[in-house]
């Protein structure tokens, strides 16, 4: 037996492989609000500037929700909206990849 391993598991190790590339993954949308503080006589606040601060918007049981993010976390919330992008999109070739390889198999000779 030259090869033990099937088609179908070396599509699943592909997948676990890419997967593991794109952690972690996430789903929602950030953007930058100006808030105002809490501190008496601001400079910022009385200018109208307020202080910049982000919030990931996301989707919950179908409820739309947002959570503040501190700035500290944003270039990594960034590149997991980025990996979250990439995932979907590998999951949308994931089936018809599928399709193809269930198609190969079944027209494949049998081996007796
Ligand atoms: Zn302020």
Redesign the pocket.
């Known amino acids: 037996m030259p090869n033990s391993k099937s088609p179908d598991t070396l599509l699943r190790q592909n997948f676990l492989r890419q997967l593991a590339k794109l952690w972690p993954p996430i789903k929602g949308s950030l953007a930058e609000v100006r808030k105002?503080?809490i501190?008496p006589n601001?400079p910022?606040?009385a200018r109208g500037d307020?202080?910049p601060a982000y919030i990931l918007s996301f989707t919950d049981k179908g409820r739309r929700r947002c959570m503040y993010v501190p700035t500290e976390l944003v270039p990594q919330l960034q590149q997991a909206l980025r990996n979250g992008r990439a995932l979907e999109e590998f999951l949308y070739q994931l089936g018809p990849e599928l399709l193809r390889h269930y198609r190969r198999q079944r027209d494949a000779p049998k081996s007796t």
């Open positions: 105002p503080c501190r601001c910022a606040c307020k202080h």
